[in-house]
C-alpha cells in the first residue's frame, strides 16, 4: 500500500491502565508505523479520545459541548503521540478542522497531500470540528480526501464478529466482509454514518487487533488475521 489512513482508539493508548497514556504501548505502535514510513509508506493518523473522555456517557452535559470535550482530547491525544513518533525519527504535523492555537494547523487537503508525499505522517486530531459527528466519521472523511488506499482500524477485537466475542464465546469471526452487510447486520465496525460514507465513496477497511504483534506492519502488507471490510 502506498497511503493509509490508521485509526487507533484513545483507550489503546492507555495500555491495561485505562485511561491517559501508557508510553510504552505508543512507542510500540511509533516503531511500527516508522517501519512502513522508511519503506515508503505514507501514513495519516486519527485517534480517538476515549481514554479521557466518552461524551455520551455523560448525563449531565449538553451534548454539543460533551462532544467539543472530546474533540479536544483527540488533540491531546495527537500531540502526545506525535511526539513519540517524532522520538522514533519521524517527522509529523498536525492537521485540525478548527484552529487550536500555534500548535496545529488548519487542515488543508492539498498541504496534507504534500506532507505525506514528503514522508511526514500526518495527524489529524480533533474530529471533523463540529459536535454530533464521531472520529469514525471524521477517520473515513479525511481517508476520502488524501485519497487513501485503505483505512487500517485498530482495535481491541483482533477483527469483525457476528456478536460481541466478550459476551458470547461461540461469536464467529469474518474473514471477509461487505460494508453493506455491516451496515444490514449492524455489525458496530465503525458508526452508520460512517459506514454509509465507506460505501459511498468506496473505501474499504481492514479491522485488526492491536495487540498482537507487528499488526500494524502486517496490515498495511496485506499479511493481518482480521477482517477485509470490501466495498
Known amino acids: 500500500m502506498k497511503r493509509?489512513?490508521?485509526?487507533?482508539?484513545?483507550?489503546?493508548?492507555?495500555?491495561?491502565?485505562?485511561?491517559?497514556?501508557?508510553?510504552?504501548?505508543?512507542?510500540?505502535?511509533?516503531?511500527?508505523?516508522?517501519v512502513l514510513v522508511d519503506e515508503g509508506v505514507q501514513v495519516g493518523v486519527v485517534i480517538g479520545g476515549g481514554n479521557f473522555w466518552r461524551g455520551r456517557n455523560s448525563e449531565s452535559i449538553d451534548r454539543t459541548k460533551a462532544d467539543q470535550i472530546g474533540m479536544l482530547a483527540t488533540v491531546m491525544n495527537c500531540l502526545y503521540t506525535s511526539e513519540i513518533f517524532r522520538s522514533q525519527g519521524m517527522r509529523t504535523e498536525l492537521m485540525t478542522p478548527v484552529m487550536y492555537g500555534a500548535y496545529t494547523k488548519l487542515f488543508s487537503k492539498d498541504e496534507a497531500d504534500l506532507c505525506l508525499s514528503n514522508g511526514e505522517v500526518v495527524f489529524f486530531p480533533g474530529g471533523t470540528g463540529h459536535p454530533y459527528f464521531s472520529t469514525d466519521t471524521a477517520t473515513v472523511l479525511r481517508a476520502i480526501e488524501i485519497e487513501a488506499e485503505t483505512i487500517l482500524l485498530a482495535k481491541a477485537v483482533d477483527g469483525v464478529y457476528d456478536s460481541d466475542p466478550k459476551d458470547n464465546?461461540?461469536?464467529?469471526?469474518?474473514?471477509?466482509?461487505?460494508?453493506?452487510?455491516v451496515i444490514d447486520k449492524k455489525l458496530a465496525v465503525v458508526d452508520l454514518t460512517a459506514s454509509i460514507m465507506?460505501?459511498?465513496?468506496?473505501?474499504?477497511?481492514?479491522?485488526?487487533?492491536?495487540n498482537e504483534k507487528d499488526s500494524i506492519i502486517k496490515a498495511a502488507r496485506g499479511q493481518t488475521s482480521g477482517t477485509v471490510v470490501k466495498v
Open 4 to 34: 493509509v489512513l490508521l485509526k487507533l482508539s484513545g483507550e489503546a493508548l492507555a495500555g491495561d491502565k485505562k485511561t491517559g497514556f501508557d508510553e510504552a504501548t505508543v512507542v510500540r505502535v511509533a516503531q511500527q508505523v516508522k
Open 169 to 181: 464465546p461461540e461469536a464467529k469471526k469474518y474473514s471477509e466482509v461487505s460494508i453493506q452487510e
Open 198 to 210: 465507506c460505501m459511498e465513496n468506496k473505501m474499504p477497511m481492514l479491522v485488526f487487533g492491536l
